[in-house]
């Protein structure tokens, strides 16, 4: 039975050749990305900019679509709802909701006021189990300790892969994983999508995942420098990208696919997460194809001790191998390559 194949095998595509206009393109990216975060910001949500938290519980389980057309009703600028369980809740499933709203801004409306607005809207037949306040300070840490999350993530990972391969791949990692993380929230701020704590989740997924498919191809060029020793840089970012190409690509395939049903289907609730998500992960596997590898170009070369500098590319002994030569040397050109 023949096998679907979304990259054919064997692929000769000059990805260094076209690292100008993949450098070009992510620049745009990044200026529209920085420009909209500074002319519009982030749209922060109640987490980042506090609010009222409500617990209710019903008799029966309750029909949360019902409930959030209500709650819209009273016109907030922003209101969350979602099922909790645990304990008395899970009798029955799904009686239990927990509502979050942000009231108006610049209004005399006391928290106590909107308990009250949500109390009259739902009716009887609600237990009030919890009633708080997110205040101003309590969101403003939350908002710090979000960003310096994403902030130490990102530098970490950049230390591990140094600590893992050399110095120049960290600097690499840094750059190309730092930049989908700002694109991305760039994508809030360009769409007016809610940042949450959920976004911050969202973005240190995306370095996550991004760091994963640029440490395989990093992985294949240290694994080729091993094995063709007088091949040029230029030569040797090509050959092992195009070797992990069919890795990459099915990898971010079928992870979308995952995706794409939650975003058209989760709901308000999940749209804004799994947008975010599909659209980091279209950006790191760009990266990763495209920007990482070749980043290492423009940085000190790198030596491995007792192994002769690189050969210009043109050089007899420092030419790509022909397809036959890399079947021999490379039998599985799908996967990740395998640390020695």
Wanted: net charge neutral; proline share 4%.
């Amino acid at each position: 039975m023949r096998l679907l194949k979304l990259i054919p095998d064997h692929t000769e595509i000059d990805f260094v050749g076209a690292r100008f206009y993949a450098f070009a393109f992510d620049g745009l990216l990044t200026v529209i990305a920085l420009v909209s975060l500074l002319y519009y910001g982030l749209n922060f949500g109640i987490d980042f900019t506090g609010g009222v938290l409500v617990e209710v519980k019903a008799n029966q389980s309750i029909d949360i679509g019902m409930m959030r057309t209500k709650i819209d009703g009273l016109g907030f600028p922003e209101a969350q709802l979602q099922y909790f369980g645990g304990g008395e809740c899970e009798m029955p499933v799904n009686s239990c909701v927990l509502i979050r709203v942000q009231p108006q801004m610049n209004t005399a409306t006391s928290d106590q006021e909107v308990v009250n607005k949500v109390r009259g809207v739902l009716g009887e037949g609600y237990a009030f189990r919890r009633t708080e306040v997110v205040g101003p300070k309590v969101s403003d840490e939350l908002k710090n300790a979000g960003i310096l999350a994403t902030l130490i993530a990102v530098i970490m990972i950049g230390i591990y892969v140094a600590v893992r391969f050399e110095w120049q791949y960290g600097v690499a990692a840094i750059i190309a994983t730092g930049h989908d993380v700002f694109v991305t929230a760039g994508l809030y701020s360009l769409l007016h999508l809610d940042f949450s704590l959920s976004s911050v989740a969202a973005l240190l997924t995306l370095a996550g995942y991004s760091v994963n498919d640029t440490v395989v191809v990093f992985d294949r060029i240290r694994e080729n420098r091993r094995r063709y020793k007088r091949m040029g840089l230029k030569e040797l970012i090509n050959l092992s990208t195009n070797q992990t190409l069919t890795r990459t690509v099915l990898t971010s395939v079928t992870t979308s696919l995952s995706i794409i049903p939650l975003l058209l289907f989760g709901g308000p609730t999940l749209f804004d997460f799994t947008a975010a998500i599909l659209f980091g992960i279209v950006v790191g596997t760009y990266s990763s194809i495209y920007v990482a590898a070749a980043l290492l170009i423009y940085l000190p070369p790198i030596h491995t001790s007792g192994e002769p500098p690189a050969e210009p590319v043109g050089s007899a002994r420092g030419r790509r191998p022909n397809a036959s030569e890399v079947r021999e040397a490379v039998p599985a050109t799908g996967g990740g390559a395998r640390s020695r």
